[in-house]
Nanobody, 117 residues
Framework: QVQLVESGGGLVQAGGSLRVSCVASGSISSLDLMGWYRQVPGKQRELVATFTVTGGIMYGDSVKGRFSISRGNAKNTIYLQMNDLKPEDTAVYYC???????????WGQGTQVTVSS
């Protein structure tokens, strides 16, 4: 069984910073493709940042230049550093893993990020 556990969400004022973390565990064949998505009620889940099949990084247009994804020393941990936060960044942030070796997608339970104006 695969588990993705997010942490680090919370309430922050506009212009502030926050870092969220995700730790993957369980029967995982490939940790290469991990990333972050976010969702607000009534809207589709959208890409925030993800590692790509080519070894690069892709960011959603609305967070480019403000957010940064990284890995910890342990490959099963990723981070999302969020700077210059805006009220429109308020959402539940989900960790995502595409285990390309077995063709399965996994999601964490989500962590709430709220940015006050």
């Amino acid at each position: 069984q695969v588990q993705l556990v997010e942490s680090g969400g919370g309430l922050v004022q506009a212009g502030g910073s926050l870092r969220v973390s995700c730790v993957a565990s369980g029967s995982i064949s490939s940790l290469d493709l991990m990333g972050w998505y976010r969702q607000v009620p009534g809207k589709q889940r959208e890409l925030v940042a993800t590692f790509t099949v080519t070894g690069g990084i892709m960011y959603g247009d609305s967070v480019k230049g403000r957010f940064s994804i990284s890995r910890g020393n342990a490959k099963n941990t990723i981070y999302l550093q969020m700077n210059d936060l805006k009220p429109e960044d308020t959402a539940v942030y989900y960790c995502n893993l595409l285990d390309s070796a077995v063709g399965k997608v996994f999601w964490g339970q989500g962590t709430q990020v709220t940015v006050s104006s």
